[in-house]
């Protein structure tokens, strides 16, 4: 029998950018959802795009919030955030006006101070053949899982270093939110081909990374560490929220013990 988490105010999963959260052959949060709410929380997710820009999809998120406060009657919300769903989420609580409905924000490998990976896409797609062709398989990608109206480039271009540089200027946090980070190195396993070339790109920009985002960038606020399996290997971009498996990293664990740490602080 599981025990049940006294939390103060429920959660809301914010997807990343690349898949939804309602697709039903990839299940972007895994097992996640259904380990949390056995513990007696109260979990939504985000429904954003999985292709657009930050202030567009910010927008998505805040009118998923009031729906959820309307409906819950909770007069806040704990937002767990992957990847750019992070940023999304920062953008969202100091622009437009929602610092008073969230308690907190946990950013899980949130490319905070961008990813040389997007530097890299948009450098590859810089020839307009290329460009083209990439725009054409990603769009359709993004169609067939739902998104109605994607802009792929602008995702990308957002997550650029000198683009998030920017962001960090003119977004800062707010006092009223608790603000955490939490993140994964690949470390000690085969990947495959494609993303040992990626990490091996980031690390040469960036530093040791999750094969996506590095940990210079996801560190964030309160930085709580990198996060490890239980045989002590790493764990790589997705992971970390539960979408794939290469190692005895339990993830839906992993993240019962996060929201057991924000009921402890009264969240």
């Given at each position: 029998?599981?025990?049940?988490?006294?939390?103060?105010?429920?959660?809301?999963?914010?997807?990343?950018?690349?898949?939804?959260?309602?697709?039903?052959?990839?299940?972007?949060w895994?097992?996640?959802?259904?380990?949390?709410?056995?513990?007696?929380?109260?979990?939504?997710?985000?429904?954003?795009?999985?292709?657009?820009?930050?202030?567009?999809?910010?927008?998505?998120?805040?009118?998923?919030?009031?729906q959820?406060?309307?409906?819950?009657?909770?007069?806040?919300?704990?937002?767990?955030?992957?990847?750019?769903?992070?940023?999304?989420?920062?953008?969202?609580?100091s622009?437009?006006?929602?610092?008073?409905?969230?308690?907190?924000?946990t950013?899980?490998?949130?490319?905070?101070?961008g990813?040389?990976?997007?530097?890299?896409?948009?450098?590859?797609?810089?020839?307009?053949?290329?460009?083209?062709?990439?725009?054409?398989?990603?769009?359709?990608?993004?169609?067939?899982?739902?998104?109605?109206?994607?802009?792929?480039?602008?995702?990308f271009?957002?997550?650029?270093?000198?683009?998030?540089?920017?962001?960090?200027?003119?977004?800062?946090?707010?006092?009223?939110?608790?603000?955490?980070?939490?993140?994964?190195?690949?470390?000690?396993?085969?990947?495959?081909?494609?993303?040992?070339?990626?990490?091996?790109?980031?690390?040469?920009?960036?530093?040791?990374?999750?094969?996506?985002?590095?940990?210079?960038s996801?560190?964030?606020?309160?930085?709580?560490?990198?996060?490890?399996?239980?045989?002590?290997?790493?764990?790589?971009?997705?992971?970390?929220?539960?979408?794939?498996?290469?190692?005895?990293?339990?993830?839906?664990?992993?993240?019962?013990?996060?929201?057991?740490?924000?009921?402890?602080?009264?969240?």
């Open positions: 029998m599981q025990n049940t988490i006294n939390l103060k105010f429920p959660v809301i999963l914010v997807h990343g950018l690349g898949l939804r959260d309602d697709m039903k052959l990839v299940k972007y895994g097992k996640i959802p259904e380990k949390l709410k056995k513990n007696g929380i109260q979990v939504f997710l985000s429904n954003q795009l999985a292709f657009h820009t930050i202030e567009f999809n910010a927008i998505l998120i805040k009118n998923r919030i009031n959820i406060l309307n409906e819950s009657g909770s007069e806040k919300i704990n937002i767990i955030a992957h990847s750019k769903g992070g940023i999304e989420s920062r953008y969202m609580i622009k437009l006006d929602m610092s008073g409905k969230v308690a907190s924000l950013t899980i490998s949130s490319p905070h101070r990813s040389s990976l997007a530097d890299l896409v948009l450098e590859k797609t810089a020839k307009k053949k290329v460009f083209k062709f990439s725009e054409k398989i990603i769009k359709a990608i993004a169609e067939w899982q739902g998104d109605n109206s994607p802009e792929i480039i602008p995702a271009k957002q997550m650029t270093l000198a683009a998030m540089a920017d962001f960090n200027k003119k977004i800062t946090d707010v006092p009223e939110v608790y603000y955490q980070s939490y993140g994964g190195i690949v470390s000690g396993k085969p990947y495959g081909r494609w993303t040992d070339f990626k990490t091996k790109i980031i690390q040469e920009r960036e530093g040791i990374n999750d094969g996506v985002v590095s940990q210079y996801f560190e964030w606020s309160n930085f709580k560490g990198v996060v490890m399996s239980d045989s002590g290997k790493g764990v790589s971009h997705h992971e970390i929220i539960g979408m794939t498996s290469l190692s005895d990293f339990d993830a839906p664990a992993f993240f019962v013990r996060i929201v057991k740490e924000l009921a402890d602080l009264g969240y």
